[in-house]
């Protein structure tokens, strides 16, 4: 299964190594990443392969979003298949 994950906030230091770790940690692959920063915002969008991963999907959204609080920035964690039919024109 894959997944859409996206970072958006106030650029600091080590937000992608933050996110990396947790991915790594559970098997979490990462296909795609891109990241840019404009005016000191941090936006960062990832296509993760979670087929492998060693918690429930339930449980990495939770966990990101918590990751993202502790550190300052807003983490979302959505399935392809939603995040392609919500972004459809």
Do not use: P, W, Y
């Not at 106030?10 to 190594?17: E, F, M, N, P, S």
């Not at 990396?20 to 559970?26: G, I, K």
């Not at 990462?30 to 990832?46: A, E, K, P, R």
């Not at 990495?60 to 995040?83: P, T």
Request: net charge negative.
């Amino acid at each position: 299964m894959k997944g859409i994950i996206t970072v958006v906030g106030k650029d600091r230091v080590g937000i992608i190594a933050k996110v990396c770790t947790l991915l790594s940690e559970r098997n979490i692959n990462i296909l795609d990443i891109s990241q840019t920063i404009v005016q000191g915002f941090f936006n960062m969008m990832m296509i993760v392969d979670l087929s492998n991963s060693t918690e429930t999907f339930e449980k990495n959204e939770e966990d990101l979003e918590r990751l993202g609080e502790k550190i300052g920035v807003v983490i979302k964690l959505q399935r392809e298949e939603i995040f392609n039919t919500m972004h459809r024109i």
